[in-house]
Every structure is written in C-alpha cells, then in structure tokens.
C-alpha cells in the first residue's frame, strides 16, 4: 500500500503571496489532518478533514484553510503569506480520524517564506 | 483537557548505551498511547502503541514502552542506542469520545559516538 504522499516537497515564496500544498492520504483512509511544525513551537496542530467535513480546527488565523475532496485527497491553503509561516507542514491520515487512530504521516512540504 | 508532557527537550546518550525517553499524560479516562520517530527531513513514523492488555509493548527498531497508570506515565525505552536513532521522538494520547490526539513537544536525541 502506498503512503502518504504530499506535494510539493518544497516550496519558497514572498511576503504576502498565498500557496496551496496537497496532500494524498493512504488508500481506504478518509480522515486527513495537517500540522505545523516549527522549531520554536513544535507540532501544531490545524485541522482535520473527514468525508469533506472539517471536524476539528486548531488554533490559527483565518489565513489557513483547507479542503477534501470525495477521493479523500487534501488541499490546505494559505493565504497573505508572513515570515512566521515559514515551516514544515505535515499531513496525516488515518481510517476515521478518531484520537485513537493510528496517524500515517507525510514527509512533509517545507515552505519557506522571504 | 487532555495534555501530554515530554519533560526532557533534548537527550544525549552513547552509542551502545540505554535510553530511556519520559512521557507523562493527564486526563481521568483510560488512554491510547502512541510513540511516534521523526528523522531529519520526515515525517513521523509509529514505533508502538498501547491500548490495552499487557502493559508492556514492544514496538519496531527494538523499542519497548511500559504503561503505568498509576505514575500516568508511558516511557519508550531501548537497551542499547544506535547511531541511526538519533531523532525526535515524539508521545501522543487519544481518548474515546476525544475530537483529536495530542502530541507531546517531542525529545530530541543525540547520540555520541
């Protein structure tokens, strides 16, 4: 079975410009969630899709938005890009995206805002 | 609300030496209890899980974690450390009728040659 795969691996952008990272969860598996990871802040947590649905959102600006599709594929977006987004963002999927499901991370898209 | 504490930010072991990588968690209902590895450049990688029965699990790359409940806590241990598992290690709990998981802030380990 294939992994979770995230495209693009990386990503450099400026100041105030918006960027959408993708994410393709394991096949059979309808929950998505994506993560912020900074070296000062650790992983963060940002939201979680299930069936199209965002379930659960952790605490960022309504710059960060995200979707799924029917085929359980992800999309987040940021929009108004600022330094402090500068991060390595990671996506998970799991069978019912219960607190209990074992998480399949992606290696991640490290963004890189100038 | 549930949390996760991973008290040491970052360890330095010898290789060939033991480890053992503290996790404690607080909440009052029976808990899921993950580690998870994150190479340089990855993403995270399941080592164990525990959710019930013997308290003693033993998970990939010769890593255990024992559950106790009393002390709430669910330390990862190896008996002899490879220069391979220099990483973070990163403690997560879930929880029936809980919306998410929560991640610990992860110990990074060194390891010495």
Known sequence: ?114 | AQSVTQPDIHITVSEGASLELRCNYSYGATPYLFWYVQSPGQGLQLLLKYFSGDTLVQGIKGFEAEFKRSQSSFNLRKPSVHWSDAAEYFCAVGFTNAGKSTFGDGTTLTVKP
Not at chain 1, 8 to 15: A, G, N, S
Not at chain 1, 18 to 33: A, D, F, K, M, Y
Not at chain 1, 98 to 114: A, H
């Open chain 1, 1 to 114: 079975k294939a992994g979770v795969t995230q495209t693009p691996r990386y990503l450099i952008k400026t100041r105030g410009q918006q960027v959408t990272l993708s994410c393709s969860p394991i096949s059979g598996h309808r929950s998505v969630s994506w993560y912020q990871q900074t070296p000062g802040q650790g992983l963060q947590f940002l939201f979680e899709y299930f069936s199209e649905t965002q379930r659960n959102k952790g605490n960022f600006p309504g710059r960060f938005s995200g979707r799924q599709f029917s085929n359980s594929r992800s999309e987040m977006n940021v929009s108004t890009l600022e330094l402090g987004d500068s991060a390595l963002y990671l996506c998970a999927s799991s069978l019912a995206g219960l607190s209990t499901d074992t998480q399949y991370f992606g290696p991640g898209t490290r963004l890189t805002v100038l």
